[in-house]
């Protein structure tokens, strides 16, 4: 069976917010966003990582530039097995969980981390040119 962030072709579990309206979104079952392709849902990710915490917003006022602090923000404690989150990524990506990553230049380790963080939320990997084109749509479109 399906999980529900593979059926919406949102991987990353992304909840509607009321000023974010996503390239490629079709509606909501509730609490998370349907896209219309897994790349509109994996580009939702990207840009999402990129403004939220990397530093390409004015809300932004310290930039988070490693898995861990990332991690700890998409996936609280609260609701998720944070530590578990981090291990997975962090192996995935071949890193420690405090190295400091430049996702902006390499497009390649932000494809991996969302790779990862799409295995943590769905138990499901995606096919590397998938992952590939949705990293890409969030840097061109």
């Not at 580009?43 to 006022?61: E, N, Q, W, Y």
């Not at 497009?107 to 990293?135: H, K, P, S, T, W």
Request: aromatic fraction near 8%.
């Amino acid at each position: 069976m399906m999980t529900r962030g593979v059926r919406n072709n949102n991987p990353g579990n992304m909840e509607p917010l009321p000023h974010d309206i996503w390239r490629g979104q079709v509606g909501d079952d509730g609490r998370f966003l349907i896209f219309e392709t897994p790349e509109h849902g994996i580009r939702a990710m990207a840009k999402d990582i990129m403004t939220k915490f990397l530093g390409r917003s004015r809300h932004v006022s310290r930039p988070q530039t490693t898995v861990s602090q990332i991690i700890m923000l998409w996936a609280p404690p609260m609701e998720n097995d944070t530590k578990a989150y981090i291990d997975l990524v962090c192996e995935r990506m071949e890193v420690g969980e405090d190295e400091e990553l430049d996702l902006f230049d390499d497009r390649v380790q932000l494809a991996r981390m969302i790779g990862a963080m799409v295995e943590m939320e769905n138990g499901f990997v995606y096919e590397d040119d998938v992952l590939m084109d949705g990293v890409e749509a969030a840097f061109t479109i």
